[in-house]
Antibody, heavy 122, light 108 residues
Framework: QVQLVQSGGEVKKPGASVKVSCKTS????????ISWVRQAPGQGLEWMGW????????RYEQKVQDRVSMTMDTSTNLVYMELRSLRTDDTAVYFC???????????????WGQGTLVTVSS | ELVLTQSPGTLSLSPGEGATLSCGAS???????LAWYQQKPGQAPRLLIY???TRATGIPARFSGSGSGTDFTLTISRLEPEDFAVYYC?????????FGQGTRLEIK
């Protein structure tokens, strides 16, 4: 069955970087993309961007595009999200999500990782 | 950016009643590429509906989606205790994905 298993929680200081991993299994990696979605405490869902499992192309949301990088390792079907220059308002649960890839970009999100809590505090 | 606005913010109902949740878009959603998700506390969201009206695998028939263009609706015909949660709409018709702010469905 499809599984997305994320790395554990992180505590970081403002200005630091964090790298969250997402181990995928149970499907053909190159047929799908992976997006990252975050949720601040008590808040809604915010899409951050995505990476194509087919060719590694990326697209980032404008709010984070200068600080985020999404990469992948096709030999292990791992996807990574690195966020730099962390601020306290980056404190959130970060989810990796699987989706098919359409002409315009991602389709709906059919499988979700369990989430990784990243806490940014001095 | 395509903005989605959900209403109401909170809906208080009793088990067995029907629920209607709305999602309005600031511009027409291409090809009705609109999805609905359910999120319970401490859990990842779960896909309920995609393409505005297609139920995802394993989703009970009491959940239905409708609408087109800029106005979409999620209907739950008879609420079960496990349906009380937060619901989000999402559009994927644009290359930049956006979510609504959510509707909290609570027990009256």
């Amino acid at each position: 069955q499809v599984q997305l298993v994320q790395s554990g929680g992180e505590v970081k200081k403002p200005g630091a970087s964090v790298k969250v991993s997402c181990k995928t299994s149970g499907y053909i990696f190159s047929n799908y993309g992976i997006s990252w979605v975050r949720q601040a405490p008590g808040q809604g869902l915010e899409w951050m961007g995505w990476i194509s499992g087919h060719n590694g192309n990326t697209r980032y949301e404008q709010k984070v595009q200068d600080r985020v990088s999404m990469t992948m390792d096709t030999s292990t079907n791992l996807v990574y999200m690195e966020l730099r220059s962390l601020r306290t308002d980056d404190t959130a649960v970060y989810f990796c999500v699987r989706h098919l890839i359409g002409v315009g970009g991602p389709y709906y999100f059919d499988s979700w990782g369990q989430g990784t809590l990243v806490t940014v505090s001095s | 950016e395509l903005v989605l606005t959900q209403s109401p913010g909170t809906l208080s109902l009793s088990p067995g009643e029907g629920a209607t949740l709305s999602c309005g878009a600031s511009q027409s959603v291409r090809s009705n590429f609109l999805a609905w998700y359910q999120q319970k506390p401490g859990q990842a969201p779960r896909l309920l509906i995609y393409g505005a009206s297609t139920r995802a695998t394993g989703i009970p028939a009491r959940f239905s989606g409708s609408g087109s263009g800029t106005d979409f609706t999620l209907t739950i015909s008879r609420l079960e205790p496990e349906d009380f949660a937060v619901y989000y709409c999402q559009q994927y018709g644009s290359s930049l994905i956006t979510f609504g702010q959510g509707t909290r469905l609570e027990i009256k």
